[in-house]
């Protein structure tokens, strides 16, 4: 009789080992099909709270809620083996106090199964990744371009533009590290900051709009489809998906009115 093999997953320590190694590759993914794609070929996935603009139709990720993370981030669990899930913690969860925030982070990860989870911020979050961390929940940070901080920001803009911010950024990039962060997202910042901060620091950074300097890259899964209709400047499409979906939709459309039903075989 056969054993079947358990597929490890990645593992925090190994994320955070490939500092300066082997680039990190990432994607978000919000749902369990997708996240079996991704798992194959992504050494994490984030259940970003892009769900909220990309699944849900809102605005921005100020309207995403806890019990949505939770619900996604376990699908994207269920749907996968080996890559390691990044649940994101909405805004609202966590800024609060660090105990609110473990709190709401430990509940994310019982609730999920995930193996981490990211939260926005730099220095003013440091004593929450700490009180995290320290609790057992692994913590990625989040800084440059914070979308959950888009009103206080005036938008969202790339960070970095004028040098005399760059201090503070590399400053947040510091206090995350040594407040026990495993990795770092650096979202819209010019190249020479990301550069910069992924030479100053020991842990991984991951880019997403912040150039080929970073440890790693990350993208939204849908922004690299061609699903997104009008995707960051950044984003290189990869696919077709739009298109694609569109085509598939017309002709079923079509078969259905000139009376090809796809059921005509009457058999489940
Ligand atoms: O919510 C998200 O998808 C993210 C990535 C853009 C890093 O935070």
């Known amino acids: 009789m056969s054993v079947p093999v358990k597929i490890r997953r990645t593992t925090v320590p190994q994320i955070r080992a490939r500092k300066g190694k082997e680039p990190i590759v990432s994607l978000t993914s919000y749902h369990a099909h997708t996240a079996a794609i991704v798992d194959k070929y992504a050494d994490f996935i984030l259940v970003g709270d892009s769900l909220g603009m990309v699944m849900h139709g809102m605005e921005s990720t100020i309207g995403v809620t806890l019990d949505l993370m939770i619900m996604h981030g376990a699908a994207v669990v269920r749907g996968t083996q080996r890559a390691l899930v990044v649940v994101d913690m909405p805004f609202g969860s966590y800024e609060e106090s660090p105990a609110v925030a473990f709190r709401n982070a430990a509940r994310v990860m019982k609730e999920t199964g995930c193996g981490a989870v990211k939260l926005e911020g730099g220095t003013r979050m440091a004593e929450t990744i700490r009180f995290l961390t320290e609790r057992g929940i692994p913590v ?8 959950q901080s888009s009103h206080v920001m005036g938008g969202f803009k790339t960070q970095g533009r004028d040098q005399a911010d760059w201090a503070k950024h590399e400053a947040d990039a510091v206090a995350v590290t040594e407040a026990g962060a495993f990795a770092l997202v650096l979202e ?3 190249e020479p900051l990301a550069a910069k901060i992924s030479k100053q620091i020991e842990i991984p950074t991951i880019g997403i709009g912040a150039s080929a300097e970073c440890d790693g890259q990350i993208l939204v899964l849908e922004d690299m489809l061609g699903l997104n209709p009008t995707p960051p400047k950044f984003v290189k499409v990869y696919g077709d998906l739009g298109d694609g979906i569109e085509r598939a939709v017309k002709s079923y459309a079509q078969e259905v009115k000139s009376r090809v ?3 005509d075989k009457n058999t489940y």
């Open 140 to 147: 990625m940070a989040h800084i440059g371009l914070t979308p």
């Open 188 to 190: 819209g910042m010019v």
């Open 261 to 263: 039903f796809p059921s």
